[in-house]
């Protein structure tokens, strides 16, 4: 028996496929070019739209920890809320392969700056979450004990 899909079920099946195993998986199966351009249109706010619905967990560990994701221990953001009377405010980790990485890769975007800023907007405005500064704080490209690329503060 022969399946037929469509162009536009295809891309409903790679967008839930970025949606469940990150941008980085899925753009190895069909090239980072085409989620971009094909997939989502190069519009990042239609990328962001996938991350909408994120499930808040409160840590068990520390209850300022707020962990936004689909799957247990598969945190897309995680919101630290122990320094909120800090003077930089509370910080956000964003996951490298689900949105951070492919953030840079819409043609709207240039520089990190600009990531950091759309990044900040879309928390803001989806989750309620307002952080006062848009500086990278701190990169962990290769840590096991992170597993995240930016610190938003």
Same mark, same amino acid.
């Given at each position: 028996? =022969?399946?037929?899909?469509?162009?536009? @079920? =295809?891309?409903? %099946?790679?967008? @839930?496929? &970025?949606?469940?195993?990150?941008?980085?998986?899925?753009?190895?199966?069909?090239? @980072?070019?085409?989620? &971009?351009?094909? &997939?989502?249109?190069?519009?990042?706010?239609?990328?962001?739209?996938?991350?909408?619905?994120?499930?808040?967990?409160?840590?068990?560990?520390?209850? =300022?920890?707020? %962990?936004?994701?689909?799957?247990?221990?598969?945190?897309?953001? &995680?919101?630290?809320?122990?320094?909120?009377?800090?003077?930089?405010?509370?910080y956000l980790y964003f996951n490298q392969d689900y949105i951070f990485g492919a953030l840079a890769l819409f043609s709207d975007i240039h520089s990190y700056r600009e990531t950091l800023k759309v990044l900040k907007s879309w928390v803001r405005e989806t989750y309620g979450i307002n952080i006062r500064e848009s500086n990278i704080d701190s990169f962990y490209p290769n840590s096991e004990d992170y597993g995240f690329f930016a610190t938003l503060r």
């Open positions: 028996m =022969k399946y037929l899909i469509t162009e536009s @079920q =295809k891309h409903s %099946l790679l967008k @839930q496929t &970025v949606k469940e195993n990150g941008f980085a998986l899925a753009s190895k199966m069909v090239g @980072q070019d085409y989620l &971009v351009h094909e &997939v989502f249109n190069n519009d990042y706010n239609e990328f962001l739209s996938l991350y909408d619905d994120l499930e808040i967990h409160e840590s068990e560990e520390n209850p =300022k920890l707020f %962990l936004y994701r689909y799957r247990e221990s598969n945190n897309i953001i &995680v919101y630290d809320a122990r320094d909120e009377d800090d003077e930089y405010g509370n």
